[in-house]
């Protein structure tokens, strides 16, 4: 059974930094397109950012450019987000999400539909 399990989240002052964990199991991030989402009460789940492990392609969204960075530990079969220069909008639950590559990373990573594999998320809090 394919599972991802986030982990990394707390509450952190604006400016602070977090890395959120997707960590892997029942199968090996070698051929996938990981991706973190968040959600904020009553607002959808929007993309955050992207990675497509086979070809370490990124996407980011504009409102995280510069400010987040994703990579791949494959010997940890683990998807890390780095998150630097947090802010209060920032605030959120986020969620980790799998499934096998589509050709454009970009498109891919705007589609909550594209991905079957959720974890249970995990709340990240920027507040002074």
């Known amino acids: 059974q394919l599972q991802v399990v986030e982990s990394g989240g707390g509450l952190v002052q604006p400016g602070g930094s977090l890395r959120l964990s997707c960590a892997a199991s029942?199968?090996?991030?070698?051929?996938?397109?990981v991706a973190w989402f968040r959600q904020t009460p009553g607002k959808e789940r929007e993309g955050v950012s992207c990675?497509?492990?086979?070809?370490?392609?990124?996407w980011y969204a504009d409102s995280v450019k510069g400010r987040f960075t994703i990579s791949k530990d494959s010997n940890n079969n683990t998807v890390y987000l780095q998150m630097d220069g947090l802010k209060p909008e920032d605030t959120a639950v986020y969620y980790c999400?799998?499934?096998?590559?589509?050709?454009?990373?970009?498109?891919?990573?705007?589609?909550?539909?594209?991905?079957?594999?959720w974890g249970q998320g995990t709340e990240v809090t920027v507040s002074s």
């Open positions: 029942g199968f090996t991030l070698d051929y996938w397109t």
């Open positions: 999400a799998a499934d096998r590559p589509w050709p454009s990373v970009q498109y891919m990573c705007t589609m909550i539909q594209a991905f079957k594999s």
């Open positions: 990675i497509a492990t086979h070809e370490g392609d990124t």
